[in-house]
C-alpha cells in the first residue's frame, strides 16, 4: 500500500524538550516537505528537501531542524527554541514538478 | 520572496450557486499551480491543477484559470452542493527549488 504516513497521529510535549516526529513515504518522491498549519491558518513551509543530504529552509524554519538521510525519511525535529510548537504538522512528498501528497498530519500540544 | 495571496478568506453560497476564489502570485518563475480541499481535521487534498502554458483547465463542476502576465489564478466552482464546504486551498510550484508555497485558504460554506 503506497503512500505517505506521519507518525504519531498525537504528540504531546513539556515545555523544554525536544521531539521528533516521523515521516515516511513509499512512493519514490525526490521531494519532501514540512507545514505548519494553526486553527484557521493556512500552510507555512518549515523546511523541504530536494533530494537526500540536502534540505532548505521555508518561511518559519527557527526553532525546527530536519534531516534527509535516505530519501523515504524526512523526520522533523521539534525544538526548545520553538517557542509556540502547539499546532497541526502536515508532512509531504512530490515528484518532480508535481502536486504534492500529504500525509495524515501530527498533532502537537504542549503541556 | 516568494507569496501567494488569497481571497476571500470565507465564502457563504447558496447551494446551487457558483463559488470562485483568486489568488495571486508573485515569482514569475512559477509553473505549476495546484489546487488542494481540506476537510475537517484532515489531510489536504488535490482537486485540480494548473500548468503555466495552458489558461483555462475544467473537470466537470471545478474549473481553474490562469493569467501569467497578472499572476493570477482562480478556483471556480459551479452547482455547489454541501460537500463543497470545506477550506480551500492555492499553492503555486517554484520548480527551479522544488519549493511549494500555499495561500492562507478560504473557507468555503454552502447554505441549503
Known amino acids: 500500500d503506497g503512500g505517505i504516513t506521519q507518525s504519531p497521529k498525537y504528540l504531546f510535549r513539556k515545555e523544554g524538550q525536544n521531539v521528533t516526529l516521523s515521516c515516511e513515504q513509499n512512493?519514490?518522491?525526490?521531494?519532501m516537505y514540512w507545514y505548519r498549519q494553526d486553527p484557521g491558518q493556512g500552510l507555512r513551509l518549515i523546511y523541504y528537501?530536494?533530494?537526500?543530504?540536502?534540505?532548505q529552509k521555508g518561511d518559519i524554519a527557527e526553532g525546527y531542524s530536519v534531516s534527509r538521510e535516505k530519501k523515504e525519511s524526512f523526520p522533523l525535529t521539534v525544538t526548545s527554541a520553538q517557542k509556540n510548537p502547539t499546532a497541526f504538522y502536515l508532512c509531504?512528498?512530490?515528484?518532480?514538478?508535481?502536486?504534492?501528497?500529504f500525509g495524515q498530519g501530527t498533532r502537537l500540544t504542549v503541556v | 520572496g516568494e507569496n501567494v495571496e488569497q481571497h476571500p478568506s470565507t465564502l457563504s453560497v447558496q447551494e446551487g450557486d457558483s463559488a470562485v476564489i483568486k489568488c495571486t502570485y508573485s515569482?514569475?518563475?512559477?509553473?505549476?499551480f495546484p489546487w488542494y480541499k481540506q476537510e475537517l481535521g484532515k489531510r489536504p487534498q488535490l482537486i485540480i491543477d494548473?500548468?503555466?502554458?495552458?489558461g483555462e483547465k475544467k473537470d466537470q463542476r471545478i474549473a481553474v484559470t490562469l493569467n501569467k502576465t497578472a499572476k493570477h489564478f482562480s478556483l471556480h466552482i459551479t452547482e455547489t452542493q454541501p460537500e463543497d464546504s470545506a477550506v480551500y486551498f492555492c499553492?503555486?510550484?517554484?520548480?527551479?527549488?522544488?519549493?511549494?508555497?500555499f495561500g492562507s485558504g478560504t473557507r468555503l460554506s454552502i447554505r441549503p
Open positions: 512512493l519514490n518522491h525526490d521531494a
Open positions: 499553492a503555486a510550484m517554484y520548480s527551479s527549488a522544488s519549493k511549494i508555497i
Open positions: 515569482d514569475s518563475a512559477s509553473n505549476y
Open positions: 509531504a512528498s512530490s515528484p518532480r514538478d508535481r502536486e504534492a501528497f
Open positions: 494548473i500548468r503555466s502554458n495552458v
Open positions: 528537501s530536494q533530494i537526500v543530504n540536502d534540505f
